[in-house]
């Protein structure tokens, strides 16, 4: 691989790269996590041997990162005619191969159907349609484990242009005037940051990438590590410039070896080319990248937790009476982003800031990626313009709510932020605005729940993953979550207190205003927009003893219904503890003392039937009564 002397080179490497990839079909594959799970190995498999056998050699197959829609994976897009085609299977490829790549024609079993209209353009399908793809653009076009297809796409213009257009400063001050904020969850303004580490007065600075992405249902910076990772050494390549660093860090989770894979490729492919090492492209400018895998502790995605692991201390926050501009990693001035954060930094420099808040609002700019998931239709990656609103997320993009449910919620910012209700549905997803709704922008992660979801519990599910997950460095947070924990099991159990909300409340200030790190002083944030917008529920749960939305296990019951009841025996079959009697072709009956509400029976009862109900313990003792 011959390493690239100049600006020049670069270019003229792009042309060539670009000028090829124009030549014959492309079958764009994506194996990203989620599609490999789904069987992507096996299709591409199928799709080279059934190439080889119709010696079709002018169609490239690519193995690409996630394409965002990934619970129709794998997916499966044929360009330049940009059919797209979800959740392929080795067997259809023959057809696939057959009609399209050869003929031209649709396939129309696996492209998207919604209301009898067919979507067969990849942009076309509502999901893509209403979003604003530009992080996540490249993913369907470029093979991440091949440097030439990043350039080819345009990849290192953006260096070239800093190293030799720009002066750091130059570099900062464009940063500025795009309005970036970091898309770790803090929101804090780029420039800013790097603007105070290039200042600081000790020569020897670090630049940092935070790839710990911990939050529950969160994997935008895995896609982008898997599917794009030059992006991101690109943007971490030109803030080091711009600080004036000479070494840099991925900091990257042990959970996500496909990204970590990725990544090590990817630098030592930079390196090959001369975009790494000294006198990059020729310039005076020299800068080396390390990898450190993080062992998996959420603590750890915490800046100062962060930097400790890679010193090779246990991930814990310190205090931070002095800013990790001016004394961070091995104490010196360090700058720390996130994964998306530094990939949109490519974006802004050969794009111009202009280009960049064009998109979102004026105090949020840009594009968000978030994951979709929970109880929605369409779940998967989604990259909107900052500003867009939760209505357009959920209903335009997501499709909507599963099986006819009603929207109830959204809980946005990880495990720390809050749980939106329906009647903000229409409010903008920006830093500030979700912020005032007792939440938080967060990584990305965005969780739908529907009127099945009881909101006391969702709290008590988030404030225990915080507690196993605080290192238990600090009194408030260590002592604050348990005891916030506690309360809540106590309360989705039945047996709350009617003081239990005003000591929930009394805690949550402690943790605010006490705790040493993020993760302590955010912990309240799920109990405290629930109180706020649920608070009917904690009340039920307290006063009542029961769950409205028949979630909470010890306040409910399944119940047989005798006169829907056909005897046919599945749910007495498959009663993991006997807990059901009766004889064929008679109605059967729970035994509540033996049953562990496990909801096997309501699963097997066939829904021609719906003889098995769930419900609140008083309306099924009242039931029994009945019988």
């Known amino acids: 691989m011959n390493k690239l002397a100049s600006a020049q080179d670069l270019e003229n490497l792009r042309q060539r790269v670009a000028e090829g990839n124009k ?9 990203g996590t989620g599609c490999g799970a789904n069987g992507s190995k096996k299709v591409f498999d199928a799709l080279s041997a059934e190439l080889a056998k119709r010696g079709l050699r002018n169609v490239t197959v690519k193995r690409t990162g996630c394409h965002g829609f990934c619970e129709r994976g794998p997916i499966l897009i044929v360009f330049p005619s940009e059919i797209c085609y979800l959740s392929v299977t080795p067997e259809r490829i023959p057809e696939i191969v057959s009609k399209t790549v050869e003929n031209g024609l649709v396939v129309e079993d696996l492209v998207w159907r919604d209301g009898g209209k067919l979507f067969a353009r990849h942009s076309e399908i509502p999901f893509y349609a209403h979003q604003k793809r530009r992080l996540l653009a490249n993913n369907t076009v470029l093979d991440p484990t091949d440097i030439n297809d990043y350039i080819g796409c345009g990849g290192y213009a953006a260096l070239a242009r800093a190293l030799f257009s720009l002066t750091p400063q130059q570099v900062i001050e464009e940063i500025r005037k795009a309005g970036l904020r970091g898309r770790g969850g803090g929101g804090f303004p780029t420039a800013t940051k790097w603007e105070a580490t290039r200042s600081a007065a000790d020569p020897v600075k670090y630049v940092v990438v935070n790839g710990d992405e911990g939050d529950p249902g969160a994997y935008m910076d895995r ?16 803030g080091a410039y711009a600080v004036g660093a000479a070494q840099g860090y991925f900091y990257i989770r042990q959970e996500y070896p496909l990204a970590l894979e990725n990544a090590r490729r990817a630098i030592a492919q930079a390196e090959e080319k001369g975009l790494l090492g000294d006198n990059i492209l020729g310039s005076p400018f020299s800068f080396r990248v390390g990898i450190h895998q993080g062992a998996g502790a959420f603590v750890s995605g915490e800046s100062s937790a962060l930097l400790s692991a890679i010193e090779g201390h246990v991930g814990e926050p310190r205090l931070k009476y002095v800013r990790m501009s001016e004394s961070g990693l091995r104490g010196k001035p360090t700058t720390l982003n996130n994964v998306e954060t530094w990939a949109n930094v490519p974006l802004i420099v050969a794009k111009g800031a202009d280009w960049f808040s064009s998109a979102g609002t004026a105090a949020s700019t840009g594009t968000k990626i978030f994951s979709l998931v929970g109880k929605v239709r369409n779940t998967g990656l989604v990259e909107v313009p900052m500003g867009a609103t939760l209505r357009q997320i959920v209903f335009d993009i997501g499709g909507g709510m599963q099986n006819g449910k009603t929207f109830k919620a959204v809980q946005t910012g990880g495990p720390s932020g809050g749980c939106i209700p329906a009647q903000h549905l229409d409010a903008k997803v920006d830093f500030d605005t979700l912020a005032g709704l007792g939440s938080m922008m967060g990584s990305g992660g965005m969780i739908v729940m529907d009127d099945d979801s009881c909101m006391v519990d969702v709290a008590r599910y988030f404030v225990d993953f915080l ?10 947070c260590r002592e604050g979550i348990s005891e916030m924990s506690s309360i809540l099991n106590r ?10 909300l005003d000591f929930l409340e009394d805690i949550a200030v402690l943790l605010s205003e006490a705790s040493l790190c993020g993760l302590g002083s955010s912990a309240a944030n799920p109990v405290m927009s629930t109180l706020r917008y649920f608070r009917k529920e904690y009340e039920e749960h307290i006063f009542q003893k029961r769950c409205s939305a028949l979630a909470c296990k010890s306040l409910i019951a399944f119940h047989i219904a005798a006169a829907k009841c056909t005897g046919c025996g599945l749910c007495r079959k498959q009663c993991p503890v006997c807990a059901i009697g009766g004889v064929a072709k008679s109605a059967h009956r729970i035994d509540q003392a033996l049953c562990i509400k496990c909801g096997v029976c309501l699963e097997v009862c066939p829904s021609k039937f719906g003889a098995v109900t769930k419900m609140s313990p008083a309306s099924s003792l009242a039931n029994l009564q009945k019988q």
């Open 467 to 476: 507690k196993e997950e605080s290192c238990g460095k600090c009194l408030p």
């Open 223 to 238: 896609s982008l590590l898997e599917g794009n990772p030059h992006s991101v050494l690109e943007g971490l390549l030109i």
């Open 491 to 500: 309360i989705v159990k039945g047996q709350g207190k009617p003081d239990d």
């Open 23 to 31: 030549a014959g079909v492309t079958l764009s594959l994506c194996c």
